[in-house]
Protein backbone atom coordinates (compact mmCIF):
# COMPACT_ATOMS: atom_id res chain seq x y z
CA UNK A 1 0.00 0.00 0.00
CA UNK A 2 2.64 2.09 1.28
CA UNK A 3 4.83 1.81 -2.16
CA UNK A 4 1.51 2.42 -4.33
CA UNK A 5 1.29 5.50 -2.06
CA UNK A 6 4.36 6.59 -3.11
CA UNK A 7 3.88 5.65 -6.97
CA UNK A 8 0.89 8.05 -7.06
CA UNK A 9 2.60 10.95 -4.85
CA UNK A 10 6.30 10.89 -7.78
CA UNK A 11 3.02 10.93 -10.55
CA UNK A 12 1.82 13.61 -9.44
CA UNK A 13 5.07 15.61 -8.49
CA UNK A 14 5.88 15.10 -12.38
CA UNK A 15 2.75 16.38 -13.62
CA UNK A 16 3.06 19.50 -11.44
CA UNK A 17 6.30 19.86 -13.07
CA UNK A 18 5.37 19.23 -16.62
CA UNK A 19 2.56 21.67 -15.80
CA UNK A 20 4.81 24.38 -14.57
CA UNK A 21 6.92 23.62 -18.09
CA UNK A 22 3.84 23.87 -20.45
CA UNK A 23 0.45 23.62 -20.09
CA UNK A 24 -2.24 21.23 -21.88
CA UNK A 25 -2.20 24.13 -24.36
CA UNK A 26 0.97 23.46 -25.76
CA UNK A 27 3.55 26.42 -24.50
CA UNK A 28 7.18 26.17 -23.21
CA UNK A 29 8.96 27.10 -20.88
CA UNK A 30 11.82 26.90 -23.85
CA UNK A 31 12.86 29.69 -26.37
CA UNK A 32 9.97 31.49 -28.20
CA UNK A 33 9.92 33.36 -31.14
CA UNK A 34 10.00 36.96 -30.38
CA UNK A 35 6.51 39.12 -31.17
CA UNK A 36 6.47 41.92 -33.84
CA UNK A 37 6.84 44.44 -30.68
CA UNK A 38 10.12 42.87 -29.56
CA UNK A 39 11.00 42.75 -32.91
CA UNK A 40 11.01 46.63 -33.44
CA UNK A 41 12.13 47.46 -30.32
CA UNK A 42 15.77 45.66 -31.21
CA UNK A 43 17.66 48.33 -31.89
CA UNK A 44 19.63 51.69 -30.38
CA UNK A 45 21.00 55.62 -30.54
CA UNK A 46 23.38 54.19 -33.35
CA UNK A 47 20.49 52.21 -35.65
CA UNK A 48 18.68 55.99 -35.55
CA UNK A 49 21.49 58.05 -35.77
CA UNK A 50 22.54 55.18 -38.87
CA UNK A 51 19.26 55.77 -40.51
CA UNK A 52 18.90 59.78 -39.99
CA UNK A 53 22.20 60.19 -41.54
CA UNK A 54 22.43 57.77 -43.93
CA UNK A 55 18.34 59.08 -46.00
CA UNK A 56 20.19 62.83 -46.33
CA UNK A 57 23.28 61.34 -47.14
CA UNK A 58 21.59 59.07 -49.85
CA UNK A 59 19.10 61.99 -50.67
CA UNK A 60 21.99 63.66 -52.19
CA UNK A 61 23.29 60.79 -53.96
CA UNK A 62 20.52 60.40 -55.72
CA UNK A 63 20.12 64.35 -56.71
CA UNK A 64 23.65 64.14 -58.25
CA UNK A 65 22.70 61.04 -59.72
CA UNK A 66 19.64 62.49 -61.53
CA UNK A 67 21.45 65.04 -62.90
CA UNK A 68 23.70 63.69 -64.76
CA UNK A 69 21.72 60.29 -65.98
CA UNK A 70 19.43 63.09 -67.47
CA UNK A 71 22.38 64.70 -69.18
CA UNK A 72 25.49 62.81 -70.01
CA UNK A 73 26.51 62.18 -73.31
CA UNK A 74 28.58 58.66 -71.53
CA UNK A 75 26.39 55.66 -71.57
CA UNK A 76 28.57 53.91 -69.22
CA UNK A 77 28.41 57.76 -66.25
CA UNK A 78 24.68 57.54 -67.26
CA UNK A 79 24.46 53.59 -66.23
CA UNK A 80 26.48 54.26 -63.41
CA UNK A 81 24.22 57.14 -62.51
CA UNK A 82 21.10 54.98 -62.67
CA UNK A 83 22.20 51.89 -61.23
CA UNK A 84 22.55 54.26 -57.63
CA UNK A 85 19.22 55.46 -58.40
CA UNK A 86 17.77 52.60 -58.69
CA UNK A 87 19.69 51.23 -54.83
CA UNK A 88 19.30 53.96 -52.78
CA UNK A 89 15.85 55.30 -53.69
CA UNK A 90 14.48 52.13 -52.03
CA UNK A 91 17.17 52.09 -49.29
CA UNK A 92 15.63 55.90 -48.06
CA UNK A 93 12.35 53.71 -48.39
CA UNK A 94 13.49 50.97 -46.07
CA UNK A 95 15.32 53.14 -43.28
CA UNK A 96 12.51 55.93 -43.56
CA UNK A 97 10.25 53.12 -42.61
CA UNK A 98 12.25 52.06 -40.07
CA UNK A 99 12.41 55.57 -38.07
CA UNK A 100 8.33 55.41 -38.01
CA UNK A 101 8.14 52.11 -36.40
CA UNK A 102 10.88 53.32 -33.79
CA UNK A 103 8.96 56.58 -33.06
CA UNK A 104 11.90 58.97 -33.92
CA UNK A 105 12.67 61.75 -36.70
CA UNK A 106 12.58 60.81 -40.00
CA UNK A 107 15.13 63.42 -41.79
CA UNK A 108 12.79 66.67 -43.33
CA UNK A 109 13.72 67.61 -47.13
CA UNK A 110 12.95 70.96 -48.29
CA UNK A 111 11.87 71.78 -51.68
CA UNK A 112 15.37 72.14 -53.62
CA UNK A 113 15.90 68.81 -52.72
CA UNK A 114 18.66 69.31 -50.42
CA UNK A 115 18.03 68.75 -46.80
CA UNK A 116 17.90 71.76 -44.23
CA UNK A 117 20.31 72.24 -41.86
CA UNK A 118 22.98 69.91 -43.57
CA UNK A 119 21.82 66.95 -42.80
CA UNK A 120 18.47 67.21 -40.61
CA UNK A 121 19.31 63.99 -38.45
CA UNK A 122 19.04 65.59 -34.77
CA UNK A 123 22.36 66.41 -33.75
CA UNK A 124 24.17 63.42 -34.93
CA UNK A 125 27.34 65.19 -36.06
CA UNK A 126 28.39 66.33 -39.85
CA UNK A 127 28.39 63.53 -42.61
CA UNK A 128 30.95 62.42 -43.90
CA UNK A 129 31.66 63.18 -47.84
CA UNK A 130 28.40 65.57 -48.01
CA UNK A 131 28.71 68.11 -51.26
CA UNK A 132 28.14 71.57 -49.88
CA UNK A 133 25.56 73.70 -51.89
CA UNK A 134 28.22 75.51 -54.00
CA UNK A 135 29.69 71.92 -55.08
CA UNK A 136 25.94 70.86 -56.20
CA UNK A 137 25.54 73.82 -57.57
CA UNK A 138 28.51 73.69 -60.10
CA UNK A 139 27.75 70.22 -60.65
CA UNK A 140 24.75 71.57 -62.04
CA UNK A 141 26.28 73.97 -64.25
CA UNK A 142 29.09 72.31 -65.20
CA UNK A 143 28.54 70.21 -68.91
CA UNK A 144 29.86 67.60 -71.03
CA UNK A 145 32.42 65.66 -70.03
CA UNK A 146 33.54 68.52 -67.09
CA UNK A 147 30.21 67.36 -65.49
CA UNK A 148 30.82 63.45 -65.56
CA UNK A 149 34.54 64.33 -64.44
CA UNK A 150 33.07 66.18 -61.81
CA UNK A 151 30.31 63.90 -61.01
CA UNK A 152 32.67 60.74 -61.13
CA UNK A 153 34.85 62.98 -58.67
CA UNK A 154 32.13 63.95 -56.15
CA UNK A 155 30.23 60.42 -55.78
CA UNK A 156 33.90 58.87 -54.91
CA UNK A 157 34.30 60.73 -51.97
CA UNK A 158 30.68 60.99 -51.23
CA UNK A 159 30.38 56.97 -51.24
CA UNK A 160 33.46 57.11 -49.33
CA UNK A 161 31.46 58.97 -46.50
CA UNK A 162 28.45 56.63 -46.95
CA UNK A 163 31.16 53.67 -46.02
CA UNK A 164 32.50 55.10 -43.53
CA UNK A 165 29.16 55.66 -41.50
CA UNK A 166 27.86 52.42 -42.60
CA UNK A 167 31.21 50.91 -40.77
CA UNK A 168 30.09 52.62 -37.72
CA UNK A 169 26.60 51.20 -37.55
CA UNK A 170 28.22 47.58 -38.39
CA UNK A 171 30.32 48.06 -35.22
CA UNK A 172 27.96 49.66 -32.97
CA UNK A 173 24.56 49.04 -34.02
CA UNK A 174 21.79 46.16 -32.57
CA UNK A 175 19.23 46.08 -35.67
CA UNK A 176 20.26 43.30 -37.49
CA UNK A 177 18.36 44.29 -40.80
CA UNK A 178 20.20 48.05 -39.81
CA UNK A 179 23.44 46.42 -39.95
CA UNK A 180 22.81 44.21 -42.44
CA UNK A 181 21.60 46.94 -44.72
CA UNK A 182 25.28 48.73 -43.72
CA UNK A 183 26.96 45.70 -45.24
CA UNK A 184 24.92 45.94 -48.20
CA UNK A 185 26.15 49.55 -49.19
CA UNK A 186 29.73 49.12 -48.01
CA UNK A 187 29.63 46.27 -50.69
CA UNK A 188 27.97 48.14 -53.63
CA UNK A 189 29.31 51.31 -52.87
CA UNK A 190 33.02 50.08 -52.81
CA UNK A 191 32.68 48.17 -56.06
CA UNK A 192 30.62 51.67 -57.33
CA UNK A 193 33.89 53.46 -56.20
CA UNK A 194 36.43 51.13 -58.22
CA UNK A 195 34.03 51.61 -61.44
CA UNK A 196 34.15 55.26 -60.87
CA UNK A 197 38.12 55.21 -60.58
CA UNK A 198 38.53 53.46 -63.94
CA UNK A 199 35.77 55.36 -65.96
CA UNK A 200 38.44 58.69 -64.37
CA UNK A 201 41.21 56.38 -65.88
CA UNK A 202 39.93 56.37 -69.36
Excluded at 6 to 29: E, K, P, Q, V
Excluded at 139 to 166: N, P, Q, S, V, Y
Excluded at 193 to 202: G, N, Q, S, T, V
Amino acid sequence: MKTRILAIGATLLIGATAAACGGDDGTASGPVSPSAGARTAQHNQQDVTFAQMMIPHHRQALEMSEAVAAKSTDAEVRRLAQQIEKAQGPEIATMTGWLRTWGATVPSENGSGHVGGHGGHGGGGEMPGMMTERQMADLEKAAGAARDRMFLTMMIEHHEGAIAMARDEQAKGAHPDARRLAGTIITAQQAEIAAMRALLKR
